[in-house]
């Protein structure tokens, strides 16, 4: 469990297994020690949260240009083009499940379907590793047995309503005359019965600003040599320097990727002191990450690396970005 430790304190988040004593995010850390004695309690690291979250999104921006984040680790994905181009929904949120899988290392459930409302629902419905695609010929097969409070916009007090008045599911919702439940819930009540329907008219807006840029180079022969890789870093550091110059953006953390040839995928992150667009301070940064990972693996065979950076803003409010720069041309 995240957080909690102190008799003041609040739950951020409880895993699955915390969850099974009735441990929740946002309860008082006392109630969850209560419930849970023998869980283990963390302090948050907000800081790697965000540059997980960069790794996260950076992923999702490669599937799709139109992302609209929820949280730091959920978003809708408007895959419609790739649909178009003849791929299928299945597929595409099959091989994002894998690529989150191999690159980072961490489960996700992926629920796949053609509107929000229904997306949201089977990414919630197999968690924490699931898989879910809701077809529009099966809509109803996969909400009617739902209980209603799974449903947004039905909160406890709602359900409460509606189970007074013997509407357990989102299918005996949906099949509830309009009057019956403009009587019991006032003019939410046929919104709400549309949901149990999932009709869902809502697009996906990209609201969020670009969270990192990177480049990255599959090879067709492994690199077995040091040298080789320095001069893929540096080619690769000085195109998202012009990324982040043509956009207007400047970063606080470097990322290294490395995937070797039996397919292991590891990132590397580096939060520098200040921010940068600099290509010789990222290059530099990138090197040194390398360097640490070769004094574990001195017999390496790399089939892809990457650099990146993440932790962007257009413009920071102080001038830690300047002392950054001033020690890259100082090198």
């Not at 099949?175 to 019991?184: E, G, N, Q, R, S």
Request: charged content about 25%.
């Amino acid at each position: 469990m995240v957080g909690g430790g102190r008799a003041r304190g609040v739950v951020a988040a409880a895993s699955y297994e915390a969850r099974q004593f009735g441990v929740r995010s946002a309860m008082p850390g006392r109630t969850a020690h209560r419930l849970c004695p023998h869980g283990v309690f963390v302090r948050a690291r907000f800081e790697r949260y965000r540059e997980v979250s960069a790794a996260v999104f950076a992923l999702f921006n490669e599937v799709s240009g139109r992302v609209e984040g929820l949280s730091l680790d959920e978003a809708f994905l408007d895959v419609s083009e790739a649909v178009g181009d003849g791929r299928s929904l299945e597929s595409i949120g099959r091989t994002l499940k894998l690529k989150i899988s191999q690159d980072l290392g961490l489960s996700a459930s992926v629920g796949m379907a053609h509107n929000k409302l229904l997306a949201k629902l089977a990414s919630d419905y197999d968690k924490p590793d699931g898989l879910v695609y809701v077809p529009r010929d099966g809509v109803h097969r996969f909400l009617d047995p739902l209980p209603v409070r799974r449903l947004w916009g039905v909160g406890p007090r709602t359900t409460e309503k509606l189970h007074d008045a013997g509407i357990l599911t989102a299918g005996q919702l949906r099949m509830t005359a309009p009057d019956v439940l403009v009587d019991l819930l006032g003019s939410s009540g046929p919104e709400l019965a549309a949901r149990a329907a999932g009709i869902d008219d809502r697009p996906v807006k990209a609201r969020r600003r670009r969270r990192s840029v990177s480049q990255e180079t599959t090879f067709g022969d492994d690199l077995t040599e040091p040298d080789q890789l320095l001069a893929v870093i540096r080619e690769q550091s000085r195109s998202v320097a012009e990324t982040l110059r043509s956009k207007q953006l400047h970063a606080r953390t470097v990322v290294l990727k490395i995937r070797s040839s039996s397919f292991s995928t590891l990132t590397r992150s580096q939060t520098l002191p200040g921010y940068t667009r600099e290509a010789r301070l990222i290059e530099q940064t990138a090197e040194d990450l390398l360097q640490a990972w070769l004094d574990w693996h001195p017999d390496f065979a790399i089939r892809l690396l990457g650099v990146g950076v993440s932790g962007l803003v257009s413009q920071p409010d102080d001038s830690s970005w300047l002392r950054a720069e001033e020690e890259s041309s100082r090198s």
